[in-house]
């Protein structure tokens, strides 16, 4: 099976090369360059990325550009700047090929000093409490390696096109009654400059974006909520069961 990688990427042409030569076998790149100033471009096609180019600035512009572009079945996102390992994206990948979930999210695990400053992990750690009281998803971390079926994920129609796009897919598929479980990834010091949660500005404007989202969370209606449990519950049987690592949630709205 192919699996598409979906890397936002602005101004990541000294972390591009190690990304990229670490994709594993059938994981298939495209980097969606978000206007980057430096050699980025050039560096993902050298290296056998597929490169698109998104005039409109956002990190959710690039990742949904990134996820129109591609083809595959099932498509992962993560983050272009060697803070993620691609060697761990069938860590995640492998529960949706398997249909054990519909959703996958890689539960950030530390590795280095650096790799996930404090006033980030503060902001991340506030957003999931308030995910799991308005939408009932008891994920941890809002974690930027995922993988779901990309038809499914064009189906959730998000909107966001800035930071809120992460948050707004968990959101948005927890709505839809889907199969949500999270992993742990090992997660390093970033190559080069953080232009996001490196720096107290970024952070706070991406807390800002995913509470527009979760504003926009309404009220759960009962009856919805029962289709979608039945509905859940007629589905087969998972193939194989679950890795022991992974923590399964079943979103409840």
């Not at 990325?49 to 996820?67: E, I, K, N, S, T």
């Not at 390696?145 to 994920?153: D, G, N, T």
């Not at 948050?167 to 953080?194: F, H, Q």
Request: aromatic content about 4%.
């Amino acid at each position: 099976m192919e699996i598409d990688v979906v890397l936002p990427c602005l101004n990541e042409a000294d972390a591009l090369p190690w990304v990229l030569s670490r994709m594993p076998n059938g994981y298939r790149p495209v980097v969606a360059d978000n206007g980057s100033t430096d050699d980025s471009a050039v560096v993902a096609a050298a290296h056998g990325a597929r490169v698109v180019y998104v005039p409109q600035r956002g990190f959710g512009a690039a990742c949904h550009a990134g996820l129109l572009a591609a083809s595959g079945d099932i498509v992962c996102v993560m983050d272009a700047d060697a803070s993620f390992d691609p060697a761990d994206l069938p860590t995640v990948a492998d529960p949706v090929a398997a249909g054990a979930a519909d959703l996958m999210l890689g539960r950030r695990s530390v590795q280095g000093q650096g790799a996930w400053p404090l006033h980030a992990r503060i902001g991340n750690r506030v957003l999931a409490a308030e995910l799991r009281h308005r939408v009932g998803v008891p994920v941890r971390d809002l974690g930027p390696m995922r993988a779901a079926r990309r038809e499914a994920l064009l189906a959730l129609a998000l909107g966001d096109r800035r930071f809120g796009y992460p948050l707004e897919m968990v959101v948005r598929a927890a709505e839809a009654g889907w199969r949500i479980a999270e992993t742990d990834v090992p997660y390093y010091p970033r190559t080069g400059k953080s232009k996001v949660t490196g720096t107290l500005r970024g952070t706070a404007r991406t807390v800002r974006d995913m509470r527009r989202v979760l504003a926009s969370v309404t009220a759960p209606d009962p009856a919805a909520a029962a289709a979608r449990s039945a509905a859940a519950a007629a589905r087969p049987a998972a193939p194989a069961a679950k890795p022991a690592s992974v923590t399964a949630v079943r979103a409840s709205s």
